[in-house]
Nanobody
Framework: VQLQASGGGLVQAGGSLRLSCAASGRAFRNYYMGWFRQAPGKEREFVAAISWSGGIIRYADSVKGRFTISRENAKDLVYLQMNSLKPEDTAVHHC???????????????WGQGTLVTVSS
């Protein structure tokens, strides 16, 4: 499956952005989807994941209550709504696909190129 993330940009602290990830290739609905992010000089870290049905969702503690992951299987899209953004959210955000629900980046088989989110203070 091929993945392409979009929707990043520059936003002030406290603002919002919605990221989208478009999938193509193999049946999107068969995959669990995740969002990860990587700030300069740091390891890639888990942000959120969603099961194929959308019935099971996980978030990193750092984004709970601020970010919402969702998906539209009919359109092969997954979203990350980011509210109350903080400067520490600045990173390249990647979407990824896995055969299971996991917060480990090693559990994901397919990755998109990422979209940059920059939050100014």
């Amino acid at each position: 499956v091929q993945l392409q993330a979009s929707g990043g940009g520059l936003v002030q602290a406290g603002g919002s952005l919605r990221l989208s990830c478009a999938a193509s290739g193999r049946a999107f609905r068969n995959y669990y989807m995740g969002w990860f992010r990587q700030a300069p000089g740091k390891e890639r870290e888990f942000v959120a994941a969603i099961s194929w049905s959308g019935g099971i969702i996980r978030y990193a503690d750092s984004v709970k209550g601020r970010f919402t992951i969702s998906r539209e299987n009919a359109k092969d899209l997954v979203y990350l709504q980011m509210n109350s953004l903080k400067p520490e959210d600045t990173a390249v955000h990647h979407c990824a696909a896995s055969g299971r629900l996991t917060s480990s980046k090693d559990g994901y088989d397919y990755w998109g190129q990422g979209t940059l989110v920059t939050v100014s203070s």
